[in-house]
Structure formats: structure tokens, C-alpha cells
């Protein structure tokens, strides 16, 4: 493993944000790779329609620029991951009616 990346965890974190992907399958059978909290942030907002989840996944991306903590930066960057294929989803739903 490379030296600059130090451990696994920070691979797997680095890999995540500069791809804009996840180990979380948000319409995955039991959401495979997501952890407890994601599960319940996906839950609350699969209901959403398109339109519902867009000004929340805009509102994330205006705070990305602001101070915080590493732990509440990965968990905004979870949730946008989460918003963005949530949004898709419903898009891609609207297209087949």
C-alpha cells in the first residue's frame, strides 16, 4: 500500500471522495456496504421525490466549503453520495412512466 494514504480507512475515504462514489448501495437488497446511520438516512429520504431531494443535496454542497470537523465532513459527503443516487433513481423511475 502506499505510503501517502497511510491506512486502509484512508484509502478507502480518498478513493470515495476523489471518484464521487461509495461503498454504500442505496437500492441494494438490505443496502449492502452502508452503515447504520446511512440506512437510516436512506430510509427517511427514499420516500422524497426528485424535486424533494434536489434542494437538500444543494444545500450540502453550499456547506462543503465550510469548517467542520473530519467526521461530520465524511458523513456530508455520505449524505450527498446518498442524495445524488436517490435523485437518479427517481429520475430514472419518472422516465420509464
Known amino acids: 500500500m502506499c505510503e501517502e494514504l497511510g491506512d486502509e480507512q484512508m484509502m478507502f475515504d480518498y478513493i470515495e ?3 464521487d ?3 454504500c448501495l442505496v437500492f441494494g437488497e438490505g443496502n449492502p ?3 447504520e446511520k446511512e440506512i437510516g438516512y436512506i430510509k ?3 420516500a422524497l421525490s426528485a424535486g424533494e431531494l434536489e434542494p437538500k443535496l444543494e444545500r450540502l454542497v453550499s456547506m462543503e466549503g465550510s469548517s467542520m470537523n473530519p467526521e461530520l465532513k465524511k458523513w456530508l459527503l455520505q449524505r450527498k ?3 445524488k ?4 433513481g ?3 423511475g419518472s422516465d420509464e412512466l
Not at 85 to 88: M, S, V
Open 17 to 19: 471522495e476523489a471518484g
Open 81 to 83: 453520495k446518498i442524495l
Open 44 to 46: 427517511k429520504m427514499i
Open 90 to 92: 427517481a429520475s430514472a
Open 85 to 88: 443516487n436517490l435523485i437518479k
Open 33 to 35: 456496504g452502508c452503515s
Open 21 to 23: 462514489t461509495g461503498l
